[in-house]
């Protein structure tokens, strides 16, 4: 059974940092692409940035670009979001995504396998 577990969320005040952590489990994503989504109340889940099976190639929204920044640690089948210069509208549930194939997918249905998400809240 594959299991993806989200840590690292909270409440900063803006301007602040966090990192996220998603940890995989139950079957070996190091040959797959994972990526991280957000889900504000109200609105449709988003996507938040990609990075391919290797670590290589990342790609972002352009309302994080410059401010997020993904990563993984195949050895320890970890993808990791940091998030630098936090506004409130980045408030959100945040959800970790996998999949089987190399390269990264920027929708939704992109990815079979998902975190139970984390939430982050940003003050003004």
């Known amino acids: 059974q594959v299991q993806l577990v989200e840590s690292g969320g909270g409440l900063v005040q803006a301007g602040g940092s966090l990192r996220l952590s998603c940890a995989a489990s139950?079957?070996?994503?190091?040959?797959?692409?994972m990526g991280w989504f957000r889900q504000a109340p109200g609105k449709e889940r988003e996507f938040v940035a990609g990075?391919?099976?290797?670590?290589?190639?990342?790609y972002y929204a352009d309302s994080v670009k410059g401010r997020f920044t993904i990563s993984r640690d195949t050895a320890k089948n970890t993808v990791y979001l940091q998030m630098n210069s936090l506004q409130p509208e980045d408030t959100a549930v945040y959800y970790c995504?996998?999949?089987?194939?190399?390269?990264?997918?920027?929708?939704?249905?992109?990815?079979?396998?998902w975190g139970q998400g984390t939430q982050v809240t940003i003050s003004s």
């Open positions: 995504a996998a999949r089987q194939w190399v390269m990264y997918g920027v929708t939704v249905t992109d990815y079979p396998y």
């Open positions: 139950g079957r070996s994503f190091n040959t797959g692409a």
């Open positions: 990075v391919n099976w290797s670590g290589s190639n990342t």
